[in-house]
């Protein structure tokens, strides 16, 4: 059969090809390939891959049926054949494309047959060798996208494919807990590198540097394919990080450092997406939660400090990218200021490392300027100072641990209603409070004040008034006088009669409760 031909004659050819040392002359990787051209451009190679996978009878959907076995072992030679690296890739690049140009399409119908979520083959029930041998045939067919980007523009759904399941893995892990452990980090491992691939424009690359860098086309199809919108994209892309996390705590001493190895990049990958690729406005607020649970776990861990870095630096291009101050808030909150001072003092002898953190707590502590991420930083900093921190700008930032508490202050005096008010907005109000200062008729003022205190309404405070404006109305009117609640935070001073003047800053955000307003 042919199965048994291949397995005779060229298996020993691309054997020998591999074992070529990478300094070999392209003669003596010509010589081999011309032996296994013409084998692999016949007709009779890789005829069972012509069967129909899916008209064949229920009953035949196992691993353990002749045609479907048959058809598994020709994946795995095609596999095979295209993870022949150079010089033996030279030289047989024609011959394997002149064959995949053959074999295309029903090669793909037995992708599609073949991977998990098509349903067709219970992976929990069966042997899994068939899942792996996919994603391998699917890393290699993506790692020279260049070469059959004739063929994967026709198939589009491949690269859905891979997201999805590089998405999705957790939900097919077989076995007991030691071997989900272990098929999910060699299946996540094969999948982030095949992702990598498909959404970087030189495959041969380790990843997406610039949006110049990115594959267009191929990172649209994949988002896609893969039916979920950007926010649960994200959100699976971390649970998968969690899941494997949390097997690892809990049974992964064989597979902790290739798990710890594989974090890094997975979370690498999630960077170029946020980045490069699928850009929104603000991410979910679950998705920001888990990786500050995320980056909290890793960081315990010595051997997992690099993995730690990148879950910091996905949190940070977040909040960076964030069409508001929320992602960072909701950080700060979350606790990820310890955790980010921890890995830029523990990361701080690497200069790339350094220079990174160092950018990203510059982000941090410039955004303080805002009152709700200056309330947020100052309740749940801990004892965690931008002093220890061991990135270049450790003095320049140190400097803002002694002022933030004055600044903290300072906003709670002036600015007592203003949960969400920017040291922007806070400027401005201040420049229209003291603008109405200086331009009140003073001597309306009082006169109203006078006939007033002849009448005090009940459930106001004696001889405490307040003068205020509503710049939401323009023009703006005389201001309106008027006694202040009994339950005010304004007080009488001196023992004489007490006239505050405030401002309000319209229009407010819609969940706002109270106004922002300006005390003078």
Known sequence: MASSRYRSEVRPLVKRLKQLPISSSSAR??????????????????????????????????????????????????????????????????????????????????????????????????????????????????????????????????????????????????????????????????????????????????????????????????????????????????????????????????????????????????????????????????????????????????????????????????????????????????GVFPVLINVSRRLSHDAGWRYLMGGYLCKVAARTAHAPVLRAYMAHKGRASLRTAGCLAEKALGALDSLNATRMAWYKALFPHASYLSHRDARFLMLLANDLVFKVDVKEVLSKVTRMRHTQPSGTKRDVFEVAADFSDMPLESPEVKYVDEDSAFEQREDEPTIIITATLCPLPERSKTPARIIA
């Open 29 to 334: 990787a010509n010589t081999i390939a011309t032996k296994i051209a013409p084998l692999i451009t016949s007709e009779a190679t890789f005829q069972e891959l012509t069967i129909d996978p899916f008209l064949l009878p229920a009953d035949s959907w196992n691993i353990s049926n002749s045609i479907v076995s048959r058809a598994l072992g020709a994946l795995k030679d095609v596999q095979e054949l295209l993870s022949v690296d150079d010089p033996g890739r030279s030289a047989l690049r024609d011959p394997v494309q002149r064959c995949l140009d053959r074999i295309w399409f029903p090669l793909v119908a037995w992708i599609e047959f073949f991977v998990p979520c098509s349903g067709y083959i219970d992976v929990r029930s069966e042997a899994y060798e068939h899942v792996e041998a996919v994603l391998y045939l699917l890393l290699e067919l993506v790692r020279q996208k260049n070469t059959f980007s004739h063929l994967l523009s026709q198939t589009p759904q491949l690269y859905g494919r891979i997201m999805w399941l590089w998405l999705h893995v957790p939900e097919y892990l077989p076995g007991d807990a030691d071997q989900q452990l272990r098929c999910h980090v060699v299946w996540n491992s094969i999948l982030v590198g095949a992702v990598t691939k498909t959404i970087a424009r030189n495959s041969s690359g380790y990843g997406v540097e610039s949006n110049e860098s990115e594959d267009r086309y191929a990172s649209s199809q994949a988002i896609a394919g893969v039916h979920h919108t950007p926010r649960q994209i994200y959100r699976l892309a971390i649970r998968s990080a969690r899941q494997m996390i949390y097997n690892v705590n809990d049974h992964g001493l064989t597979y902790s450092s290739e798990a710890f190895g594989l974090m890094e990049r997975h979370l690498a990958l999630v960077n170029d997406l946020v980045v490069y690729v699928l850009r929104i406005d603000n991410h979910a607020r679950d998705v920001v939660a888990d990786l500050v649970h995320l980056a909290r776990s890793l960081e315990a861990r010595a051997s997992s400090l690099m993995a730690a870095g990148r879950a910091c630096s996905v949190l940070c291009e977040i909040w960076m990218s964030a069409s508001s101050n929320r992602p960072l808030v909701w950080a700060l909150r979350d």
